[in-house]
């Protein structure tokens, strides 16, 4: 696809575009861009498109992206020289995220509600690196290879920093444990 892209068919980069939309909204959501999601992803695929020569060949198109979508947050949420509240980020990332059927159970549904709020609110309070790394890992389920190629950092590092990470949320959220979705030979941990 990148190929086609690079030898002028308009076509190819609007179907990227649309394979990837939802993921980068998703991700500008969780990582704060609150109501500016939607400018940053724009902003996100045009300098996507203006590097796409210094895109290296082999390499997943999704987890660059993403880290160019994580740069423009940040400088996003820097000029605005603003803080979103808590309550909005909670928000956009629900919006962005898959809503809950009309016909769930009202009390799961409020017990999801509330295990959300939770997780957030614990999220608030990592560093931004531990941050990160579980957005990345857990909430766009990436695997730990595109979690390593989107934030630039080795595989280990990753490993290490989402250890700490998750032992830090184990302490602020001690009914709460995630579910690893990408572990090798499709296990879950317990």
């Not at 695929?45 to 993403?66: E, H, I, Q, S, T």
């Not at 080795?154 to 949320?169: I, P």
Request: aromatic share 6%.
């Amino acid at each position: 696809m990148i190929a086609r892209v690079r030898a002028g068919e308009p076509e190819a980069y609007a179907e990227l575009v649309r394979a990837h939309t939802g993921i980068a909204l998703r991700a500008a959501a969780a990582l704060g861009a609150g109501a500016d999601a939607e400018d940053v992803v724009q902003q996100a695929f045009v300098k996507a498109y203006c590097a796409l020569g210094r895109f290296r060949d082999g390499m997943a198109f999704r987890p660059w992206l993403l880290s160019i979508v994580a740069n423009e947050t940040r400088n996003t949420v820097r000029a605005a020289a603003r803080r979103h509240t808590l309550a909005d980020r909670e928000a956009a990332f629900a919006a962005a995220g898959p809503a809950i059927p009309e016909s769930a159970d009202p009390a799961v549904a409020t017990l999801e509600t509330e295990r959300r709020r939770a997780l957030v609110a614990a999220l608030e309070k990592l560093s931004e690196e531990h941050r990160l790394v579980v957005t990345y890992r857990y909430l766009l389920e990436m695997d730990e290879k595109e979690t390593a190629q989107a934030l630039g950092w080795a595989r280990g590092t990753v490993k290490s920093r989402l250890n700490r990470a998750l032992r830090k949320l184990e302490r602020l959220l001690p009914d709460f444990r995630p579910r690893e979705h990408a572990r090798e030979g499709g296990e879950e941990r317990d």
